[in-house]
């Protein structure tokens, strides 16, 4: 059953840094699209930021050049570091993974979600 975990989430200083992780485990073949989301109280979930199977990357304006995505293709994993956090930056960070090539079929999964939150 293919499925994704994440890990990394906490707490942490305004300033400060945190590297979320999540990793697809399962029958998969590849994967095209992996990304983050996330979802403060009170709003919509929104991307923060995207990566192709080709390293094609786009972010929401609000974490540019704080924010970097990347991703393993042979772990199946992907990866957001986060710098400079603000307190603007808390939410619930889910993990997305789209057109996933698996035994299962062509499949799409979301994260169970990790919370950060930034608070001095």
């Known amino acids: 059953q293919v499925q994704l975990v994440e890990s990394g989430g906490g707490l942490v200083q305004p300033g400060g840094s945190l590297r979320l992780s999540c990793a697809a485990s399962?029958?998969?073949?590849?994967?095209?699209?992996m990304g983050w989301y996330r979802q403060a109280p009170g709003k919509q979930r929104e991307l923060v930021a995207g990566i192709t199977s080709g390293g094609s990357t786009n972010y929401v304006d609000s974490v540019k050049g704080r924010f970097t995505i990347s991703r393993d293709n042979a772990k199946n994993t992907v990866y957001l570091q986060m710098n400079s956090l603000k307190t603007e930056d808390t939410a619930v960070y889910y993990c997305h993974a789209n057109r996933i090539f698996s035994r299962e079929g062509v499949l799409e999964r979301w994260g169970q979600g990790t919370q950060v939150i930034v608070s001095s």
């Open positions: 399962g029958s998969i073949f590849s994967i095209y699209t």
